[in-house]
């Protein structure tokens, strides 16, 4: 079975230039996270949808950035315009159901750099 | 607020010593708790995990215990492989529906044989 998939695994833009990072969730999950980790913060919780609705966006940095789920099947992160310090690997993942003890499904990663 | 802090790392060990990887864990309401590990190039995978006081998880060889009364989920494994080089992460989500997972910041755990 397909696991979550992302896209492009890496992206080398430079500083100014518009990103969008791309997600399909595993068939039949309801829930999509999107996280970004760099060696500095770990791991933080962009935002997240139940059922293709944005449930908390909190941790999304500033207006650059927008993330959209138009169905359950795809989303998006998108960065405009990109800033050096948006370096970093970006992961979607999803989870059957909304239940708080459920897994979560990671993607393999989009590794962003910004000149 | 809700929080994760684990042990700063790296953690270097030989092949077969025993490993423990302290987690403490802060949270508002009743929280579940996650072990997560990931491989060099990879996405995180669930290692084990325990959603309720005392509960112990396991998983190829791996074990943590819910330790209310300490705040703790604390990683252990009593003979260490050199495969099992990775980084770890201790997570929590809080007992409220639709909730997202909140991570600690990993501890690296390297394995020479």
């Known amino acids: 079975d397909a696991g979550v998939i992302q896209s492009p695994r890496h992206e080398v833009t430079e500083m100014g230039q518009e990103v969008t990072l791309r997600c399909k969730p595993i068939s039949g999950h309801n829930s999509l996270f999107w996280y970004r980790q760099t060696m500095m913060r770990g791991l933080e919780l962009l935002i997240y949808f139940n059922n293709n609705v944005p449930i908390d966006d909190s941790g999304m940095p500033e207006d650059r950035f927008s993330a959209k789920m138009p169905n359950a099947s795809f989303s998006t992160l998108k960065i405009q315009p990109s800033e050096p310090r948006d370096s970093a690997v970006y992961f979607c993942?999803?989870?059957?159901?909304?239940?708080?003890?459920?897994?979560?499904?990671f993607g393999e990663g989009s590794r962003l750099t910004v000149l | 607020g809700n929080s994760v802090t684990q042990m700063e790392g790296p953690v270097t060990l030989s092949e077969e010593a025993f490993l423990t990887i302290n987690c403490t864990y802060t949270a508002t309401g009743y929280p579940s708790l996650f072990w997560y590990v990931q491989y060099p190039g990879e996405g995180l995978q669930l290692l084990l995990k325990a959603t309720k006081a005392d509960d112990k998880g396991s998983n190829k060889g791996f074990e943590a215990t819910y330790r209310k009364e300490t705040t703790s989920f604390h990683l252990e494994k009593g003979s260490v492989q050199v495969s099992d080089s990775a980084v770890y992460f201790c997570a929590l989500t809080v007992n409220q529906a639709g909730t997202a997972l909140i991570f600690g910041k990993g501890t690296t755990l390297s394995v020479s044989s």
């Open positions: 993942a999803s989870r059957l159901g909304t239940t708080f003890t459920g897994e979560l499904f």
